[in-house]
């Protein structure tokens, strides 16, 4: 059976959609009772880079960031377009910065390893124009077994010529799912990704530890697929809110407390690429054991309803043959 994809159009097709919900639902909650999109605080705070989206924001200015990778980043296991984390991303991020102008273009492309990702990059970037890359990188090269060194050295390629063009960037990491179990490289791969986000001084979604951490609750909400690999609606949500929060509380941050963290980033970031490899801690490290995790640490993020007063315009064109279409949601 093939996989579902999200919003598949011909070649010739561009059709703008306004997305204006009729109803609002309460937060989905685990069975603790806790927001289920809740996680601790070490996981969603961005210490370092976004300086250039966040100065553009503080002046008034339009921020354009675009969304690449796979699976996770087109939105496969997503009932429909508007339930993609690029598309929840705009709306969230609407609500938590009231009046920034913010457009979020989704190229995800699902199947891609890092390679193709990569090889597309340049050209992505050049029809775009974005002030901030987020990369969702490293699941389908873990699963298939590509090299480590191979996958880090095109992210390092990435991220070098990234910064060079004057264009913020943002690593995501591999999702958590239940047959982790099966890959003793997953984990490697996660630790890897956390490493090159350190040396390059980017920040990181911590996906994998997070989606580790909801799956250890008692009554954990489900954020996979029924195939129990790709996300689903609420775990795009989880993760857009994530993010949408981590932005947010970056770019409202003073220039000096801003400076103050990236300088603990820098000497975090040398003392890492000076140890040897075997040293460098697993990125799940910081959820050894997630079921006794308190909640009462954890940070709340906050639901989106969709609303009339909280509208995305999704505009989507295909990219031709089987690839399924870029979609661009729009936050104004």
């Not at 919003?7 to 927001?35: E, K, M, N, Y």
């Not at 938590?96 to 457009?103: D, K, L, Q």
């Not at 809110?241 to 941050?253: D, H, K, N, V, Y």
């Not at 990125?283 to 954890?298: E, K, V, Y």
Request: proline share 5%; aromatic share 4%; with cysteine.
């Amino acid at each position: 059976m093939s996989r579902p994809r999200v919003g598949r159009l011909s070649a010739a097709l561009l059709s703008l959609v306004t997305v204006i919900a009729l109803s609002s639902t309460a937060p989905a909650r685990a069975g603790d009772g806790v927001d289920a999109c809740s996680v601790p605080d070490a996981l969603i705070r961005f210490t370092a880079g976004l300086e250039r989206t966040r100065a553009r924001i503080a002046g008034g200015g339009e921020a354009t960031i675009l969304a690449i990778g796979s699976s996770s980043t087109e939105g496969i296991g997503a009932t429909d377009v508007d339930h993609t984390y690029p598309a929840r991303l705009a709306v969230h991020l609407a609500s938590r910065i009231p009046g920034a102008a913010v457009r979020v273009v989704n190229r995800g492309i699902g199947g891609e390893v890092v390679a193709t990702t990569a090889a597309r990059l340049r050209t992505e970037v050049a029809a775009v124009r974005p002030d901030l890359v987020i990369w969702q990188v490293g699941t389908n090269d873990a699963v298939r077994g590509v090299g480590l060194d191979t996958m880090a050295a095109l992210v390092e390629d990435g991220l070098a010529w990234l910064e060079a063009q004057g264009i913020d960037a943002v690593l995501m990491d591999p999702q958590f799912y239940p047959r982790i179990a099966d890959n003793a490289g997953y984990g490697q791969a996660v630790t890897v990704i956390a490493d090159l986000a350190a040396r390059h001084g980017v920040p990181l979604v911590r996906r994998f530890d997070a989606m580790r951490y909801w799956a250890g609750r008692p009554q954990p909400v489900s954020m996979l697929s029924g195939d129990a690999f790709h996300m689903n609606d609420q775990g795009y949500e989880c993760i857009a809110g994530m993010i949408a929060g981590s932005l947010a509380a970056r770019w409202t941050q003073s220039a000096a407390a801003s400076s103050a963290e990236d300088g603990a980033q820098t000497v975090s970031a040398s003392a890492s690429a000076a140890a040897a490899p075997a040293a460098v801690a697993p990125a799940s490290a910081a959820i050894a054991a997630p079921a006794r995790l308190a909640d009462a640490s954890a940070a709340r993020i906050p639901a989106v309803p969709r609303t009339a007063a909280t509208t995305a315009a999704v505009t989507s064109a295909s990219a031709g043959g089987s690839v399924a279409a870029p979609t661009t949601a729009v936050v104004q």
